[in-house]
């Protein structure tokens, strides 16, 4: 089945500090990838998605690259805040369904 | 814009005890509502898909005898936990599509068992 691997559970950085998330996806269809942010006592807020191969998706400073040859969709963000901890999730929709399939989340902490 | 409010935020309950929980979409129409657990350690698991005059789909490990689930219109949904334990315990999110395929979450209501 469908499935979305996030390799870093906890990454910490100082404010400023360049941000690299990983993320890797495995499907047999052509899917729909998407990252979601969800912060302190709050439910998952669509970050960016993109549905077509080799496209990027940026939102807020954020960018992720749809890579069909890599199966990658990995988050960057050039110089991060303090207001950019949170949890990030990298998910995947399969084309012609509704269901997310999310990855197991990246904890985010930026130190001012 | 669309927003997806939920409650109640938090509740706590005694093992065996039932709770409902509450989803409602705003500023859209959620044609279906998507309802999902996450644990403590923040994985996902989709309980079931709901669809205004459509069966609900149930998935694997999730029973509507469970978790039983209202869909009556296109603004609202409910889901009770029905007999809860310390396995049932996590924050529950309701998900609402639109007709465009997107997909918003609301903040969760978190359950607590004793």
């Known amino acids: 089945g469908d499935s979305v691997t996030q390799k870093q559970g906890q990454v910490t950085l100082s404010e400023d500090d360049f941000l690299f998330i990983n993320c890797t996806y495995s499907?047999?269809?052509?899917?729909?990838l998407l990252w979601y942010v969800q912060y302190l006592g709050q439910g998952p807020q669509l970050l960016l998605k993109?549905?077509?191969?080799?496209n990027k998706g940026i939102s807020r400073g954020f960018e992720a690259t749809y890579d069909k040859g890599t199966t990658s969709f990995h988050l960057q963000k050039a110089s991060v805040q303090e207001s950019d901890s949170a949890v990030y999730f990298c998910?995947?929709?399969?084309?012609?369904?509704?269901?997310?399939?999310f990855g197991s989340g990246t904890q985010l902490t930026v130190m001012p | 814009g669309a927003l997806v409010y939920q409650y109640p935020r938090r509740t706590i309950c005694k093992s065996g005890t039932s709770m409902r929980m509450e989803c409602q979409a705003v500023g859209f129409q959620a044609t279906s509502v998507a309802w999902y657990r996450q644990s403590p350690q923040k994985t996902f698991e989709l309980i079931a898909l709901s669809t205004v005059n459509s069966a609900i789909k149930y998935e694997q490990n999730f029973t509507q005898e469970k978790f039983p689930i209202s869909h009556p219109n296109l603004s609202f949904s409910s889901m009770t936990v029905l007999n809860a334990y310390l396995e049932d315990r996590g924050l529950y999110l309701c998900?609402?599509?639109?007709?465009?395929?997107?997909?918003?979450f609301g903040p969760g209501t978190r359950l607590t068992v004793l």
């Open positions: 993109v549905t077509t191969a080799n």
């Open positions: 499907t047999t269809t052509y899917p729909t």
């Open positions: 998900g609402a599509r639109d007709r465009t395929y997107e997909q918003y």
């Open positions: 998910a995947l929709v399969s084309s012609g369904s509704w269901q997310l399939i």
